[in-house]
């Protein structure tokens, strides 16, 4: 065996798990976005993510990979769609020319499970409120949406990677990009029942589980050892052996950093150490870092992810007192995080792990910091005017023709058994008016009961297990 | 260094990686079955997956896999029993001279944890009703009968291998074979109290926490990358350089088509689209193309996806119909998808592929199309034949001699605090009559307190901490 | 390519993806450590393990990896204190040198993990009544002592690697020096309140929520797959190809054997086969197996794991009636297994194994089985001494100075709302007086409210959305 071919067998090795890594990050939403919203919804929108994420690998794999990474001109790709085994099983061939480190089927592998991150995002600011069929019909336009701009910065014949655009690993393309359409959805779903009042301001609506949501944050810090480090796409860079290793180091200085950021910026401007927003901090550092991973210093990842801490402290305040209901924090932590990093990464970038990575991934172009922010600022302003402006039209049309949001009474009964016909927590009774448990809205849950469920046929009824249960009233 | 050492190496990289996701779903059945089961036996049932999966190690370290990949007949394995450190350490050599691309150890350690899945699948059908010692006897008797039928399919002297049966990761061997046993253990204990009326129709038992089944279903699903494509058992497979990416792709594009497929088939059968069901669209999936993940074309994944969402939501109702209990739907998903999935390889296997992974794996006969599907079915009634009758054979005699089902007032109380003396959420106290925190059924937890636990003694009191805490009738 | 220049980027590709396994055993103490704690306190329980590795990481870049791991004395490291990118990318030179088989980077994130490991089980024996700047203060100390005793066992020039002692992955320098900084701190904050009553005799405080415990521990188990076997620092070890992979099984075996000495003997000394006991005998046998993985048969393995199984249960009993108050048994289960681990790998160690390691890692000598005893208690009494004074130390300066527990109104009100100024579970309304939901001590959880957050400003008061939820007394 030849060293070059057990070198690509390293290769396919390294980005495979990596990409493994990252398909996990769907249980880091989950539990994230679960747990920072109520228990009437917890069902959805965890088994929200098993969905989108089917959605888009079939998307993805019909056209979204072919536009992103196919042959095709600076705009798009043109190669590449529903590809054939052998195409998969080559390498550095057409129609995926562009990988030259490993075979067709795991470069698929792991830009669709990027392409599952950037989906998740958005959802995270159109919680508790958006209608099921929403999920499906924005989950295909903003695949494909997402594999255009994919192209322009990270395929070599794309036009912001002509320019110059360093994005190692998606601060603009997964991160920004999903926030951009997060923010769409949540103007034009318009805030939560209940989220803010008539003199405008906001009321609490807090997560149901905060466990779940550090469980989450600890699958995504996980999961992002496969997001920037795998994006080397080879276990050799130039002639670094084991880059991806530095990656990490990188990555994981960003997040701690971050950590202590949320928790200190927390206590220090809302006088408390939040949980929540430390988690926040975590990773709107691992969102600056994924840009700058493999072109910064050590220190300069520590500035990059204390700075993202503050950052997500300020800015989910921010965007609550623009009167934008985020459940999340998406817009803040992705978003302006995203742009954060993006930049970030053209005032830090080492000429010389630049001048590496070109080597590697064949043909990065580094071109120096004043510039390179500009560039950097480019891509942004291109990225952010076609991805928010596809995004808010796609909505845009579908409120207009068919409806995006959930009716009132829904909403206040919980998606899971309006939506789904059941509850998260069948047992977790509870009998807090008009909250989880209200006997008002129980419905039955199970399929055998055809007149009850369906959000078509809504007629809130006691469950017939549940009758005797209640504590009379006294 | 070799190239061919290093190769070895690299290979072994893979299999321990891959073994260690797979040992990973582990977590996700423990979640997957809490969440689809009661709050009152949530404890018992997330922890049997520790304790049958550290029994499986023992006994399959001991003797189950040399029966199953030690050297021998057609039938069996008759060496490599309580192996030495010798034998784990050589490659391709006695008594483990099958794995011709790994160490002994790796081959156990991606070996054990199949098995270990194996048994864990048999529990879903049993849960919150068996006595707790049946799970070490009956997971010591299933341990060696699934090693005798790995030997028939995945041992190159094997006499179904011999005839060319393709199970590539083990929809025959793991997933049907633990339904098999499943489906023996749920039709002997009988349905659950209150699972069915006096008229036979059944009554709705949801799980009790539905954020657990998705996470569940998640970790299965980021397990399954190990458990598929781990089954290359190398790098390099044929002439095909990270072969093993192809057999990821395949993978994921069934488990999304399965979601698809269960959602959209709960949505039009049952008029809802029931989450539980759109997560059993995904591990039937999986389960159908566990034996074609390294055979097939992409589109055929799709295909093989699809069909297994539906036959997931049909399943699971036509089994409840036939008055058999099965909590979590391990029949349906595990064994009836595990039939589709052997069928569809013979159907849809691509000979390329097949003759591809020949040279790889050492001596696989692929046969063609209409042949092969005849030898997928010798190969489904081989093994059902076998492991029902044995299975159900073990536990009959089991009922017979000893009992196997909890007694009633246990099963009302649940077997958390009757079988394990805890509760497993002793905070959760909810005052529903005959439920979970009824005063009634309430013991202490404690080991301090001997007179008041272990299911001898099993004497319902108040537990004094709580004694105050319960709103008092009106 | 040169093989050799593969074989060090293969090597990395092991050990960065087992640091990445290891790291994720932050979420396993999370659960572990949450659920066998009060919903009250589940938040700040579960979000500090996010905290204290963000600690971690910055404190050992800047200077506990160099005195670890750095070029210096027989004590200490005195070089590589904030390393630049070049001493991150090459291998094996200044000021690193120990690391010849991977980049100064992966050993950075491999090495780090530990150190985050060790810190975790720290707070275990103080979990629920510290205060919450401790976390902050007290990690740095202990990073910093971390890093002393890593040097002397684990750098090929400290003077117990000099002595011969083994610890393969840390039975020593993780786990028994985390439980001596563990046992420190609850003998100087003592019991929390209600633990023991006036008789001295304990009270049960049971975990709030066993599925988290189970989560926990099969997360714990699934990273000690990157924690014992990437010990090996290499795919290839001495002669052994893979020899990771044999790392592997003995953990496993251990693990396992440990899950049935755990339950067993719950069920012969408790009278009940406590779930949580089993748990801890996992752990326990996984914490003895980690000194011995690499050097010892697999007989000894499952030996290994059975005694500390028993350990885990008689340990926890022992340690309780001492009047220790050790929440989660951190005592027992990292600190007398991690002895019985160092001192079995005495009595079990096999020449040729060590010999092999010996040629991989860089000069261990191997010194015969009953001397070898004698090295491992020395190396045990010598962290004991300086570890256990050290942390004692530490912990009582902070003490006397400015107070190290919460008080009592703050610890009967929980830490997530009385520290973090939110809950961990704000829908889960129960109302048991002075517990979890008490009306009297809920707070808003909300920053918007600046006047009731924060511990200062601690006033007890009825949460708005709550005040119509409660049942009326009757």
Known sequence: MKTSDLLIAANTLWVVIAAVLVMFMQAG???????????KNAAHIAGKNVLIFGITSLVYWAVGFGIAFGDGNAVIGT??????????????????????????????????????VSLAIVWGAMAERAKLWVYFAFGVCFTLIYSITSHWIWHSGGWLFGLGMQDFAGSTV???????????GALLLGPRIGKFGKDG???????????????????????????????????????KLGYFGYVALTTNLAAAAGALGGILSAWAILRKPDVSM????????????????GFVAPWAAVVIGLVSGVIAVVGVLWVEGLGIDDPIGAVAVHGMSGVWGTLATGLFAVPALAANLATGTGGLVYTGSFHQLGVQAVGLLAVGVFTFSSSFGCL???????????????????????????????????????GYGDPSTVLTTHWN??????????????????????PEPA
Chains 1, 2, 3 share one sequence.
């Open 29 to 39: 939403f989950a539990f994230l976005e679960a747990g920072l919203t109520r228990m």
């Open 79 to 116: 190669h590449g769609f529903f590809p054939s085994t052998d195409a998969l099983l080559s390498v550095g061939k057409a129609p995926y020319s562009f990988f030259s480190t490993i075979p067709g089927a795991a470069a698929y592998l792991f830009e669709v499970v990027f392409a599952g």
């Open 174 to 184: 997964v991160h920004y990009q999903g926030a951009l359409a997060a923010l769409a």
């Open 201 to 239: 301001r906001a009321n609490p609506i807090p997560g149901h589980n905060m466990p779940y949501a550090v469980l989450g944050t600890l699958i995504l810090w996980f999961g992002w050892f496969g997001f920037n480090p795998g994006s080397t796409l080879a276990v050799v860079t130039g002639d």
């Open 278 to 293: 430390m988690l926040n901090g975590v990773l709107a550092a691992l969102v600056a870092i994924t840009a700058a991973s």
């Open 396 to 434: 845009w049309a579908m409120k207009r023709l068919w409806g995006i949001r959930v009716e009132a009474h829904v909403e206040t009964a919980g998606l899971d058994v309006s939506e789904h016909g059941m509850w998260g927590y069948p047992e977790f009774y509870i009998p807090v008016p008009g």
């Open 449 to 470: 009961d055809p007149g009850a469920h369906g959000s078509k046929s809504l007629e809130p009824r006691v469950h017939p297990d549940r009758l005797d249960a209640e």
